[in-house]
């Protein structure tokens, strides 16, 4: 073993250290480990991450996932071998095809292809072409693809800044003649972003697909290579051209769905099949060459280079989501602070309680645009109905129809980068611009397969034999 002395503990201090010396192993041994309370392992070991405790060694299994054992819970380990990982992913030249398309894919800090760095437990993206074509190979059957990094942010600090820069790219891309555009984006707030661009790229020829994976490319169930082979797929030769997402459709790996960006949430915080189509149903299913539309309400690819860019932002928007006994100040601080716009997530068919009247009324007054969405994802505002809600539209406040939370609040900050007048930004927020507002919700809009209804199971059982 040539191990540097410095290498052998990899990340290891303390505790587990003391484990990997006393024990007379070290860092990517292969071992076979027993546990004080009869558990038996074995796995590789793998370096630890510098931010995590000293108190577990951590084993790559054979299934491929990973196992944190308490240092003083292991009885024995025995090293029966020894495997040095390789991080570097291979790289090879892109194919290139003059018969195919050409799709542009811009990386924004997702993870769509990866490999993981065990000194850090950071996951650190594959993005040239040479390098997703070493990962994903299927690629080169589908398109000509090109690279562009714009950001490697994590989705949670996407916002105006890398918004309008990304709306800006897929203008000139479309420009410059890409039969289609995928963009990589960390899955958490795919939805705010996809929304955005659907309001700052109108009119696109073209698809443009936000795309994610939840589970990164070095774990066995790993969503990432599909969601890349089928929004690929669907940017190069699908004819829906809009601002979409696609993400896997069931839990298993049969297909991909194609979600429109305005109606779309995730929805689960580790499902591979997180996103959810909310009031409406999903424009299409990718599966391998096939996409299958489930509707022809879309806008169609077009042959010319038009697109209309309005890639504008003005942060100074909110989204309060209204809960039980809410105090005043919640709505104070924001006029305090400068704020132009407020959401509200409300209660039933767009609720809040009496004690918000005084200070949403003086809101409205001082200018604030203030707007209703619903905290139950599915359904319209109805603020007629109640006397709450006729009182609270007396007070200035907008019932803004069957707009999610989020969509509301990121078409306020782009309504709000253009004008200030009022009854502009109220007829900017409540005209459709790509079916963030519809008529009405399809009889098939609103599925839940809530487990132990007895026709449910009765159906799945069916289906799952």
């Not at 250290?17 to 480990?33: F, P, T």
């Not at 918004?163 to 003649?177: D, K, L, M, P, S």
């Not at 609720?351 to 619903?374: E, Q, S, W």
Request: some cysteine; proline content about 5%.
């Amino acid at each position: 073993m040539t191990t540097a002395a410095s290498d052998k503990y990899k990340g290891y201090r303390n505790q587990g250290k003391a484990k990997l010396v006393e024990q007379g192993v070290e860092v990517w041994s292969d071992v076979e480990v027993d546990t004080t309370n009869g558990g038996h392992f074995r796995g590789l070991i793998l370096p630890r991450s510098e931010t995590a405790d000293d108190l577990h060694i951590v084993l790559k299994l054979a299934s491929g996932y990973n196992v944190g054992l308490r240092a003083d819970k292991i009885a024995s380990m025995r090293q029966v071998g020894y495997r040095a990982a390789n991080y570097k992913i291979p790289e090879k030249d892109f194919p290139h095809d003059p018969g195919k398309p050409k799709v542009k894919l811009f990386g924004t800090g997702g993870t769509i292809a990866s490999r993981l760095d065990y000194r850090t437990g950071a996951v650190i993206p594959a993005f040239s072409p040479g390098e997703l074509y070493g990962s994903v190979p299927e690629l080169a059957d589908i398109c000509n693809l090109e690279t562009e990094k714009l950001f490697a942010v994590f989705s949670e600090n996407m916002g105006p800044e890398q918004y309008i820069t990304t709306a800006i790219r897929c203008g000139e891309a479309i420009e410059q003649g890409y039969s289609g555009i995928v963009i990589g984006h960390g899955t958490d707030t795919m939805h705010h972003t996809s929304a955005v661009l659907s309001f700052m790229v109108q009119n696109s020829p073209i698809p443009i697909v936000m795309v994610g994976s939840q589970r990164s490319s070095d774990r066995p169930s790993s969503d990432a290579a599909r969601n890349l082979i089928h929004s690929t797929h669907a940017a190069a030769h699908g004819d829906i051209a809009e601002v979409l997402v696609c993400m896997f459709g069931p839990t298993s790996d049969n297909y991909n769905l194609l979600h429109r960006g305005t109606r779309v949430r995730k929805m689960h915080s580790s499902y591979r099949s997180t996103f959810r189509t909310l009031s409406a149903t999903p424009l299409a299913r990718v599966e391998g060459r096939k996409i299958e539309t489930f509707t022809d309400d879309y806008n169609h690819r077009r042959a010319d280079r038009k697109a209309t860019v309005k890639a504008v932002f003005d942060d100074r928007v909110a989204i309060v989501y209204y809960y039980p006994n809410m105090k005043p100040d919640i709505i104070q601080s924001l006029m305090d602070n400068g704020y132009k716009g407020i959401i509200i997530a409300g209660t039933g068919l767009g609720h809040v309680n009496k004690p918000l009247y005084d200070v949403l009324g003086r809101a409205c007054k001082a200018g604030i645009h203030v707007f209703m969405t619903v905290q139950t994802m599915w359904g319209f505002v109805q603020m007629y109905v109640y006397e709450t809600g006729r009182e609270l539209m007396q007070l200035g406040v907008v019932p803004a129809s069957n707009m999610l939370p989020e969509v509301a609040y990121v078409k306020l900050g782009w309504v709000l980068g253009q004008t200030h007048e009022k009854d502009e930004v109220q007829r900017l927020m409540l005209t459709p611009v790509n079916r963030e507002i519809t008529d009405r919700e399809p009889y098939n809009g609103y599925m839940i397969l809530q487990g132990g209804i007895p026709e449910v199971e009765a159906a799945l059982a069916k289906l799952w034999k």
